[in-house]
Nanobody, 122 residues
Framework: QVQLVESGGGLVQPGGSLRLSCAASGSIFSINAMGWYRQAPGKQRELVATITSGGSTNYVASVKGRFTISRDNAKNTVYLQMNSLIPEDTAVYYC????????????????WGQGTQVTVSS
């Protein structure tokens, strides 16, 4: 019923930029927060950035000053602007949303996108 669809990944050279998008659709009662995680080969999934419905943001230290998370509440969409990319940013990026569906308005659940590959290489 609730679905998160990601887009914007791809191959980019070091120093380049990408913008990821994630749109939540379906019967949604409310969204508390949205964010981005990433997982590189052989490593655990890492929280990259989060944003609340009120606009409060948090970032992992390694991306501060380079990445910017933003949100369009009217479109239920979250974005991740990635600048000055480095090879260490290479990973599958996953969108997440903590939300209440219309049929489960009484409980907040976590939903995940399918992941989008970001590769930073020359």
């Amino acid at each position: 019923q609730v679905q998160l669809v990601e887009s914007g990944g791809g191959l980019v050279q070091p120093g380049g930029s990408l913008r990821l998008s994630c749109a939540a659709s379906g019967s949604i009662f409310s969204i508390n927060a949205m964010g981005w995680y990433r997982q590189a080969p052989g490593k655990q999934r890492e929280l990259v950035a989060t944003i609340t419905s009120g606009g409060s943001t948090n970032y992992v230290a390694s991306v501060k000053g380079r990445f910017t998370i933003s949100r369009d509440n009217a479109k239920n969409t979250v974005y991740l602007q990635m600048n000055s990319l480095i090879p260490e940013d290479t990973a599958v990026y996953y969108c997440n949303a903590d939300l209440r569906g219309s049929s489960t308005w009484y409980e907040t659940r976590r939903y995940w996108g399918q992941g989008t590959q970001v590769t930073v290489s020359s």
